[in-house]
């Protein structure tokens, strides 16, 4: 039986003779949440408390909307909102909203002794505008790059990072008052390298377990405003008690030539310390330079995708493609990514550049490609093992390492640009792509044009 998580992916695929979606939203209309907070206390942002970067995935629709519950810190303990236009922390509660939070989580030590505890919401009305229905997809492949910013800059500082993506999504978002059009989609517990927590952590932080929801189920015949709050309505959990704790699933070989990658061309500490120096930019939309990729800017790419951490939210599912068409030493074509091995195992020899920018919606965009890295999952796979809220975690997977590829790319003076718009069943063809696997996010690599 189809899951409802397969449903609503294969409703949102951008196809060349669409339409328009028969259903029309409306929540561009909407009015914005309003968060002046009127006589909350601000605290001006700090270097330590605020990330560097917006999330580069996000398309400056400012998609992301995030909370914190700080302790012990430079301003009092409480849960504040960031306030990103006047950079400033606003004070929205005290002790009774950090208790309120803390029990809507299952691992309840995590939350109740981080320093700095990260709650990220999808502000849909701005991305619905846009993306129409595949809007809430989008919302977390952002709030998995704002999760990846975050956590990035955490570890630059030495800090452990536990990312968190089980709770009572009801509580979460009265606890913190959220408007209707605010989703809570995930959270990050920020730990001292010192702490007991961290240090007895069953699992490091590495993302070796996820949290299935298969016991909780879309109430039949419930009528929403769009599809994709039913499909919300089908990843939230109502009860952690009925939630099965799942670890991560076993990587296997895989067929095909495999290709080692090289060393990264600079060790991770290179990469903790120059991100503070990168300034942040707008996405370039300008076609690529005609150049060959390097072999250690071409590994350290992709690479330094762990620096963001792999299976960030759990269970192993997400499916990595890298398609290569100018890299040195390295065949043109099709290839699987095994983090663990460092290794690509191709998968489809030399591929047609000129049919590949054509999957895309702007084919223009997509010329001189040195690779591209796609991400997919197999979602019946995924749901039956996690239930609907394996969508979410796989999406919020994917916006986490989007986010390392576009601040690993720019670190190398190159450029990583996710592609929204894109002809799924051609480009799934075109790289051989199993059937049964859904493409998540696609995002192109190479070097950009100056003007």
Known sequence: MQSYSETYHESTLYAPRSVGDPIALHWESMPLADKRYVGAKRYPLSESKSPLHAPALADSVQSVAVYAVIRNGSVPDGVYYYDIESQELVNIGSKPMMAAIVAAFPDKDVVA??????????????????????????????????????????????????????????AVAVALGLSGSEIPLAALAVFPENSAVAFNSLDEGVGEFAYSNRSEVIEPGTRYQARFMLQNRGECISDVAGCVKVRRVATSALPGEEFPLAPPKFPNDYFFREIWFLNSRPASLLPFSAVTMDLDDF???????????????????????????????????????????????????????????????????AQNTSFAVIFT???????????????????????????????????????????????????????????????????????????
């Open 299 to 365: 590994s350290s790419i992709l690479r330094w995708m762990e620096v963001g951490q792999f299976n960030a939210f759990g269970a192993g599912l997400l499916k990595v493609w890298v398609v290569v068409f100018d890299a040195m030493f390295v065949y043109p074509g099709s290839y699987r990514y095994v983090p663990v091995r460092k290794s690509l195992y191709m998968q489809a020899g030399e591929l047609d550049i000129k049919k590949f920018i054509k999957c895309f919606a702007v084919p223009e965009q």
């Open 377 to 451: 999952a197999d979602l019946k796979e995924a749901c039956s093992l996690l239930g609907e809220r394996a969508y979410r975690y796989l999406n919020l997977n994917a916006g986490v390492l989007g986010e390392s590829l576009d601040i690993s790319a720019r670190l190398l003076n190159k450029t990583a640009r996710a592609e929204h718009f894109v002809y799924h069943d051609s480009l799934k063809k075109l790289c051989a792509i199993p059937e049964g696997e859904s493409v998540l996010s696609a995002i192109l690599v190479g070097k950009a044009i100056r003007r």
């Open 113 to 170: 002794q981080a320093e700095e505890f990260y709650l990220y919401a999808g502000v849909m009305e701005r991305s619905v505008w846009r993306f129409r229905e595949a809007a809430y997809r989008q919302v977390q492949v952002d709030v998995g790059a704002a999760c990846a910013n975050t956590m990035i800059y955490a570890k630059s500082k030495g800090k452990r990072v536990f990312p968190v993506g089980a709770f009572v999504d009801d």
